[in-house]
Structures are given as structure tokens and as C-alpha cells.
């Protein structure tokens, strides 16, 4: 069973940084598409970044680019998101997840297979 282990989240103000790690359990990690995405209270679950199985190809959500970067240990079995200049709307939940599939690591949250519980990431001003 594949066990996705997210730490790293708490609170932090505007301007600030924060890194969440995902820790996996030991499967094909490095032959999979890892993302994180991100949920705010009362809307949906949205991408934030993805990642390629051999970590050389990355995936940002627009909006996020130049914010936010994604990047994987293969040997370690660990996914990390380095947050830096967050804003009051980064605030939500972070979710790490896998893709059974090696390609099209830029699915929607639906094309995810295996999800952590979530850390949460509080922004004040």
C-alpha cells in the first residue's frame, strides 16, 4: 500500500518561507509523477506543481511560478515544495500525491492515485 507522508506546514507571515516534504513509502517512487496541490476552505482542490519521475521536468501553476519550487529525492523516496513570498492566498491545505502512471504528471487532481493527509499552511499579514 502506498503511504504519502506530508510535513513541513504551520504558519508564517506575508513575505515569509515555508518547505513541505512528502516522505513515501517504498514503492516505484522514482517511475512516478508526483504533485502537490493545495485546498482552501470552501473551494476545490487545485494543482499547485508536478514533477517528473526522474525530477527533470517540472510542472507550476502559472500563478505560482517564480514562487514556489518542486523537487524530488529519489534515493530518499521524498517530494519537497520550497514556498518562498507567500501571500495570505497560499493559505489552505497542501496535499502531496503519486501517479500510478509515469507520464502526463500534469493531470488534475482526478488523475492522482495515492494522496497524503494533508499539511496545513496558515498566511497572516
Known amino acids: 500500500q502506498v503511504q504519502l507522508t506530508e510535513s513541513g506546514g504551520g504558519s508564517a507571515q506575508a513575505g515569509g518561507s515555508l518547505r513541505l516534504s512528502c516522505a513515501a513509502s517504498t514503492y516505484a517512487f522514482s517511475t512516478s509523477c508526483m504533485g502537490w496541490f493545495r485546498q482552501a476552505p470552501g473551494k476545490e482542490r487545485e494543482g499547485v506543481a508536478a514533477?517528473?519521475?526522474?525530477?527533470?521536468?517540472?510542472y507550476y501553476v502559472d500563478s505560482l511560478k517564480g514562487r514556489f519550487t518542486i523537487s524530488r529525492d529519489n534515493d530518499k523516496n521524498m517530494l519537497y515544495l520550497q514556498m518562498n513570498s507567500l501571500k495570505p492566498e497560499d493559505t489552505a491545505m497542501y496535499y502531496c500525491?503519486?501517479?500510478?502512471?509515469?507520464?502526463?504528471?500534469?493531470?488534475?487532481?482526478?488523475?492522482?492515485?495515492?494522496w497524503g493527509q494533508g499539511t496545513q499552511v496558515t498566511v497572516s499579514s
Open positions: 500525491a503519486a501517479r500510478a502512471l509515469s507520464s502526463n504528471c500534469r493531470g488534475s487532481p482526478t488523475e492522482y492515485n495515492y
Open positions: 514533477i517528473a519521475p526522474g525530477g527533470g521536468i517540472t
